[in-house]
């Protein structure tokens, strides 16, 4: 199996922070990597896709990008609706893996 | 819009069995692979199982296989998760997700949760 392994597990963090959340997948998954986002209580959004793909009506403050089997999410400027706890996910192969989260907090 | 509206959560016993449901709407259904995903309480998410968009190929997380059996009725629009020798460890909310290809889960429901307990 494909193991995500997901850091920071938590973040604590400013309105205008930059902020980056990385994921190492233990495996070449070439770009095959997502990013989701989920607020309490509420299903996850996708926000992007093949590495670095933004999905359609996700603010351009997030970004993704890879090297090798790295992979980072970035939000250049945090935005009060962005506290939230950020997932990576392996599409490559079954079983298809998470990473094990980030929450990202108010400071 | 797309909708996914899950159904069929509740408390069971261990060793127990429940079927859950995903009712859809908003899309083709028939052109599309479906997927479970669950996350048990204040924990992270974990990928269950998969179908294709015709039901001719299913895959499922080791935790589940031979215990779960995922299945759509493409008549209907609804997708399916039965859930066999339940045990506590299968505490979560169950989540019905999309596939975008490959292996993307662009639409989700809100869940139900399926709570096993003595």
């Known amino acids: 199996d494909i193991q995500v392994t997901q850091s920071p597990s938590f973040l604590s963090a400013s309105v205008g922070d930059r902020v980056t959340i990385t994921c190492r997948a233990s495996q070449d998954i070439s770009s095959y990597l997502a990013w989701y986002q989920q607020k309490p209580g509420k299903a996850p959004k996708l926000l992007i896709y093949t590495a670095s793909t933004l999905e359609s009506g996700v603010p351009s403050r997030f970004s993704g990008s890879a090297s090798g089997t790295d992979f980072t999410l970035t939000i250049s400027s945090l935005q009060p609706e962005d506290f939230a706890t950020y997932y990576c996910q392996q599409l490559k192969t079954y079983p298809l893996t998470f990473g094990g989260g980030t929450k990202v907090e108010i400071k | 819009q797309v909708l996914l509206v899950e159904s069929g959560g509740g408390v069971v016993q261990p060793g127990g069995s429940l079927r859950l449901s995903c009712a859809t709407s908003g899309f083709t259904f028939t052109s599309y692979a479906m997927h479970w995903v669950r996350q048990a309480p204040g924990k992270g998410l974990e990928w269950v199982a998969f179908?294709?968009?015709?039901?001719?190929?299913?895959y499922y997380a080791d935790s589940v296989k031979g215990r779960f059996t995922i299945s759509r009725d493409n008549s209907e629009n609804i997708l399916y998760l039965q859930m066999n020798s339940l045990r506590t460890e299968d505490t979560a909310v169950y989540h019905c997700a999309k596939d975008r290809h490959p292996n993307l889960f662009d639409y989700w429901g809100q869940g139900t949760l399926v709570t096993v307990s003595s």
């Open positions: 179908i294709r968009y015709d039901g001719s190929d299913k």
